[in-house]
């Protein structure tokens, strides 16, 4: 019995060789960062279409450049009679002047006058033109309070270079407060002294 026992054990090892095979051959583990890299590139190459489809297509760069659009710069009225045929620049016939000391004949700024009250203004001026002025040629009315003022014609002819006195009635007006009005010279065609020097006379009063 004990020489057999060592043989016994020697088969019992044989067969369960025989039994168990060779065994399975084990599937490799995928590898996790690998499939996470591929799918990335996979949605970024995605967005990377889906954009190229979607962005809008540039305008095309216009052909012609518009011309500029034209402005009145201008902001006072041509003057005529500024040059001759040669082109040499020559005085205006319709132009006037004043000195400020001697202007106001009487009723200087703000003077006070009663409400209602009939007043004449009068300025002294001097022809600073080319023409004489004669029939036709007046004072007229340019902006402000009018307070009833009418064109007043000249009642004498006023060469170049002399002075002359216009004047204007008025009637003050019969609320309290301070009144301006403007005047200005208008030749015998109708048409208002133009060009720098031609200022406005005025008179401005209080009434109280």
């Known amino acids: 019995m004990k020489t057999m026992y060592p043989a016994l054990l020697l088969v019992c090892a044989l067969l369960l060789s025989a039994c168990g095979g060779t065994p ?14 591929s799918a990335a590139r996979t949605v970024v190459a995605q967005f990377t279409l889906t954009g190229a489809a979607f962005s809008p ?28 045929a040669e082109g040499t620049p020559v005085d205006l016939c319709d132009k006037y002047s004043w000195d400020v ?29 080319s023409c004489a002025w004669g029939d036709g040629y007046a004072l007229i009315f340019s902006y402000g309070e009018r307070m009833g003022g009418q064109a007043a014609a000249l009642s004498a ?26 005047w200005t010279m208008r030749n015998d065609k109708g048409i208002a002294f133009q060009g720098n020097d031609n200022k406005v006379l005025y008179v401005q009063i209080i009434v109280q």
């Open 157 to 182: 002819a006023i060469a170049p270079s002399q002075e002359a006195e216009v004047s204007v009635n008025f009637t003050a007006p019969e609320l309290p407060g301070t009144y301006f009005s403007s």
């Open 24 to 37: 399975a051959p084990t599937e490799p583990t995928p590898d996790v960062v690998a499939v996470r890299t």
């Open 57 to 84: 297509t540039p305008p095309a760069p216009p052909t012609e450049t518009p011309a500029p659009v034209a402005t009145d710069t201008a902001t006072e009225p041509p003057v005529a009679q500024v040059t001759n």
């Open 101 to 129: 000391a001697t202007v106001d004949v009487n009723y200087p700024d703000n003077s006070v006058v009663s409400p209602g009250e009939d007043f004449t203004k009068t300025w002294k001026i001097k022809n600073t033109g």
